[in-house]
């Protein structure tokens, strides 16, 4: 049986010597495994679009277990994104944690569009730390880790935020902070971006600056509390502090 599918590249693995096993995030089945024969051949017709982050179109054989691509065409290469360190770095923890957080054949019907607006967005030239946060704490729901951002976990004051409990899961206010051995302060900027990105619409996103300093904050909590919170520890995630911590010439 022949399907077509829309689909992202999440990830892309050498089987044998001439051919790959993609995984793809696609808008009708959700998340899949494909042969794809030959692609590793320099001649493939197949080769382009089995790329990371490739978003195209695909005429896979098989309805069961791995399926074989036949055809593909793609749709948009984000070749940009792909000229760029940093860019490059942070689309690779977008899809790693897609990866991670779905189950196979399971459509999402949301999440593929974010994950293509979010990606279209760092290929626009778009800031890709800002973008790699909002992705992230919008999949917070996902793995059912969402943290308390409108009220202090310890007393449910609203606002005051002045730390965060990783232990806790949610803000907390000066009062709470001073008694809680969970605490941990942030930037306070910082703070406030974590509750404005929760439910931040990406189609509003425009020019947004962000010091280096807060986004690092920001990154600090994220990638602090989905170990925590879900266990979850990217190899993505840490090629991405490595580069940041060569002080690319970007920042």
Do not use: W
Request: with cysteine; glycine share 8%; net charge neutral.
């Amino acid at each position: 049986m022949l399907r077509n599918v829309e689909g992202v590249v999440l990830k892309s693995i050498p089987y044998g010597e001439t051919n790959l096993i993609c995984t793809l995030f696609t808008k009708e089945n959700g998340k899949i495994a494909v042969m794809v024969r030959g692609a590793r051949k320099t001649k493939s017709s197949l080769r382009a679009v089995a790329h990371l982050f490739t978003h195209g179109l695909f005429l896979i054989q098989g309805e069961r277990g791995m399926g074989t691509l036949r055809q593909g065409e793609t749709v948009t290469s984000f070749r940009t994104l792909r000229e760029d360190l940093e860019k490059t770095a942070c689309a690779a923890c977008m899809v790693d944690l897609t990866d991670r957080l779905t189950e196979d054949r399971q459509p999402d019907p949301f999440l593929f569009e974010l994950l293509l607006r979010s990606l279209g967005a760092i290929d626009e030239g778009k800031d890709p730390l800002v973008l790699l946060s909002i992705y992230e704490i919008k999949l917070m729901r996902l793995a059912g880790i969402s943290p308390m951002f409108d009220q202090c976990v310890g007393c449910a004051r609203e606002g005051d935020a002045v730390a965060f409990s990783m232990h806790e899961g949610g803000i907390v206010c000066r009062s709470c902070a001073m008694q809680s051995t969970y605490a941990e302060a942030f930037h306070p900027s910082a703070l406030k971006l974590l509750r404005l990105f929760s439910s931040f619409d990406l189609n509003r996103l425009g020019n947004i600056n962000v010091s280096f300093e807060v986004k690092k904050d920001l990154q600090r909590f994220i990638t602090q509390y989905y170990d925590e919170q879900a266990g979850i520890r990217l190899k993505s995630k840490r090629f991405l502090d490595q580069l940041h911590l060569l002080n690319l010439d970007s920042h």
